[in-house]
Structure formats: structure tokens, C-alpha cells
């Protein structure tokens, strides 16, 4: 079975950054998306960055761009997410996922992921 467990959350102020892993198991890496989606109460899950592992491209919501930065470490099973400059803005729940390369979709389509880690709260405070 594939798992997922996000930590690196917390409470920031903002302008402030933090760096989120999350580490994998049962999976190679090769060939699968690993994404990073957030969500805030009310609101629906969007996608904030996401890898694909056969390549290393990486993909960002355009809010974003500048600011975030997705990489793994093969050895380590893990994937990262560095949030710079954080604002009020980006607080919420963080989720890791994966997708086979082949499952359809694009990166940020929820739909299309087939497991979820447990998630990770972000709050950036004024």
C-alpha cells in the first residue's frame, strides 16, 4: 500500500518560509506525479506545485510562481516544498499526493490523484 506523510508545517508570520516533506513508501517514484495541493476551510482543494518524477519537471500555479519550490531526494523518498515569502494568504491544509504518469488529468486535477497523505497546516499570520 502507498503512503504518504506530510510534516514541515506550522505558524509563521509573513514574509516568512517554511519547508514541507513528505515522505513515500511503497511506490518507486519513476514514472508518477507527486503533487502538492492546499486547502482552506470553505474553499476547494487547489494545486500548488507538482513533480514529475520520470523527468523532474516541475509545475506551479501561477500564484506560485517566484515564491514556492518543488524537489525530491530519490534516496530519501521524499518530496519538498519550499514556501518563501509566505502570506496570509497561503494558509491552509497542504496535502502530498501521487498519480501514476498515466492515470489522465493534469497536474493540478484533484480528481486524478489516487492517494493522499494525512495533510499539514500552514498558518501565516500578519
Known amino acids: 500500500q502507498v503512503q504518504l506523510v506530510e510534516s514541515g508545517g506550522g505558524s509563521v508570520q509573513a514574509g516568512g518560509s517554511l519547508r514541507l516533506s513528505c515522505v513515500t513508501s511503497?511506490?518507486?517514484?519513476?514514472?508518477?506525479?507527486m503533487g502538492w495541493f492546499r486547502q482552506a476551510p470553505g474553499k476547494e482543494r487547489e494545486g500548488v506545485a507538482a513533480?514529475?518524477?520520470?523527468?523532474?519537471?516541475?509545475y506551479y500555479s501561477d500564484s506560485m510562481k517566484g515564491r514556492f519550490t518543488i524537489s525530491r531526494d530519490n534516496a530519501k523518498n521524499t518530496v519538498y516544498l519550499l514556501m518563501n515569502s509566505l502570506k496570509p494568504e497561503d494558509t491552509a491544509m497542504y496535502y502530498c499526493a501521487t498519480k501514476p504518469g498515466q492515470n489522465g488529468g493534469n497536474w493540478y486535477s484533484v480528481w486524478s490523484y489516487m492517494y493522499w497523505g494525512q495533510g499539514t497546516q500552514v498558518t501565516v499570520s500578519s
Open positions: 511503497g511506490l518507486s517514484y519513476r514514472g508518477y506525479y
Open positions: 513533480i514529475y518524477t520520470g523527468t523532474g519537471s516541475a
